[in-house]
């Protein structure tokens, strides 16, 4: 699996955009990017995925670049119960390795009032 | 109710004991995961089960061992413990389409 790269920590004005990149410079054509938040020391929450064209939900945004070597999680408006640690993961949809998400340290956001 | 369930939610046990922590899920997925947390630390996988018959080791599986006694239930063992096992331990659920459930977690000490 690919290995992504992300700022170890952000900071976001409450009611702002947050904006989270992720390097995926090695990612493979058939690798999906997804993205997951845990909040602190509660189970990791999905947020959403895409392959290679933009994706919108009740959530966030996801936008992959031209090339697909990297991507941007957007909350549109974050609240102060959007601080969490934010992983960038990328993977194929099925893989012959168990179907097992590598979480690496990702990036610890937090929303300043 | 949750989807995914695990308990103890919280353990603390000594040395040499042997430990077994449960996971049951609803939603019905084939796929299941258990990983662990140290602070500071993304999470590492030590074992997953793509069904009852099957059990497959992840990057750190010494020292542990699993039982997936139906589709549900997926127990992770600890036959001896030992302090650095003293972590935050996971449950997770996917379907063949990826997006992983997690359970809530399980606190660990071993003293």
């Known amino acids: 699996d690919a290995k992504t790269t992300q700022p170890p920590s952000m900071d976001c004005a409450e009611g702002r955009a947050a904006n989270l990149p992720c390097n995926h410079s090695?990612?493979?054509?058939?690798?999906?990017v997804y993205w997951y938040r845990q909040i602190h020391s509660q189970g990791p929450q999905y947020i959403i995925h895409g392959l290679k064209n933009n994706e919108t939900n009740e959530m966030a945004s996801l936008i992959i670049t031209e090339d697909r070597k990297s991507s941007t999680l957007i909350l549109p408006h974050a609240t102060l119960r959007d601080t969490a640690v934010y992983y960038c993961?990328?993977?194929?949809?099925?893989?012959?390795?168990?179907?097992?998400?590598?979480f690496g340290t990702g990036t610890s956001l937090t929303v300043i009032p | 109710d949750a989807d995914v369930t695990q308990t103890p939610r919280n353990r603390i046990t000594k040395t040499g004991k042997r430990i077994m922590l449960e996971c049951s899920q609803t939603k019905g997925h084939d796929r299941m995961y258990w990983y662990r947390q140290d602070p500071g630390l993304g999470l590492r996988l030590i074992y997953y089960?793509?069904?009852?018959?099957?059990?497959n080791k992840g990057e750190i599986s010494d020292g542990y061992s699993v039982s997936r006694q139906a589709q549900a239930k997926f127990s992770l063992s600890l036959e001896s413990a030992i302090p650095n096992q003293t972590a935050l331990y996971f449950c997770?659920?996917?379907?063949?389409?990826?997006?992983?459930?997690f359970g809530p977690g399980t606190r660990l000490t071993v003293l």
């Open positions: 090695t990612i493979s054509g058939n690798e999906y």
């Open positions: 089960s793509f069904d009852v018959k099957d059990i």
């Open positions: 993961i990328v993977r194929p949809p099925s893989s012959n390795t168990g179907n097992q998400f590598y």
């Open positions: 997770a659920t996917a379907s063949y389409l990826n997006e992983q459930f």
